[in-house]
């Protein structure tokens, strides 16, 4: 089959997520093209496999110092050039598409009258699941941002609806855990403020990924520059990940039995329900703001719980490819059936 996937490129979880689906459609050889937007197209990088790929600006949120600037947003968005993207798509040759909350090729497929199936995080938010402070504004958000007629949610835990477990790669326990060793990833919190959170607790060794040029190391401090094999190598040994309330790392750490303490964006609602969720089925702890207080509670703290999640890509993958939209109940029981609760 011929498809066009749509990704949204401004957090790294819907790329590294989409490239495990890619990868088990195009394996089952169907011809998948591609389309990024949400990221300055000059500032993508590690999506050679994606290719053949196309890469709009898209529609973006304006998120500073760990808060969403709404006024910001709004006179960010270049209406004209975002129509022109999608005009600028030939959807002849395509079946259907697939996007992860991308508007481009979701919009693009509306005019084109194409079947849309939405996979990602997001469309979990169509069910009854855990939610807070979702506002109007939201709620228009969700609905017309990326629309799909299949709605293929993926979240920690199926809340009696037919959503996916978290399509993560496949990752193994590493042999030996350092529980000293803290993975740190606020990248839209200051640099600064996250250093002087962290830096009184000097039993703690903490590895911070950041926008910085190159590795540096200052007593308990270890700042690292963007890398996903870096990253990956110090989540293997990890003790715990203080990183903010998206859906794909915290996945990730839960998989992998870490200790987990998440600090949602403010106003972002998407990431302060998964924080509610995150402490509602006992997988973490969350703080709203940096907080020495709650860092060192949580240092404290014990208290995990972790869910061995299956290798969703390759069934879901197999389930597209019949396109018998009609099952995926069947598809989410079978796949929460393989969950299994990891050892303490």
Known sequence: MKILYGVQSTGNGHINRSRELLRELRGRGHDVDVVFSGRNPAKLWAVDDFKPYKAFHGLSFVVRDGKIRHIETALKQNVFRFVREILSLDMK?????????????????????????????????????????????????????????????????????????PLIKKLDRASSVKPDKMLVYLAFERLDDIVSTLKPFLDQEFYIYHHVDKPSDDGNIHLRPFSREGFLKDLDDCGGVICNAGFELPSEAIHLGKRILVCPIIGQFEQQSNALAIEQLGLGMMMPALDKSIVEKWLRSETKRSIHFPQ?????????????????????NSLWSQCRAGSQ
């Open 93 to 165: 040759p395509y079946e259907f598409v697939i996007t992860d909350f991308e508007p481009v090729s979701a919009w693009a497929a509306i005019l084109a009258g194409k079947t849309r199936l939405g996979v990602g995080h997001q469309y979990a938010f169509f069910h009854k699941v855990p939610e807070k402070d979702k506002s109007l504004i939201d709620r228009i958000v969700m609905a017309a941002f990326a629309p799909a007629q299949i709605k293929i949610g993926l979240h920690w835990d199926s809340f009696g609806n037919p959503i996916l477990p």
């Open 312 to 332: 969703v890509a390759p069934a879901l993958a197999e389930w597209i490819g019949k396109k018998d939209w009609n099952s995926l109940g069947e598809l989410s």
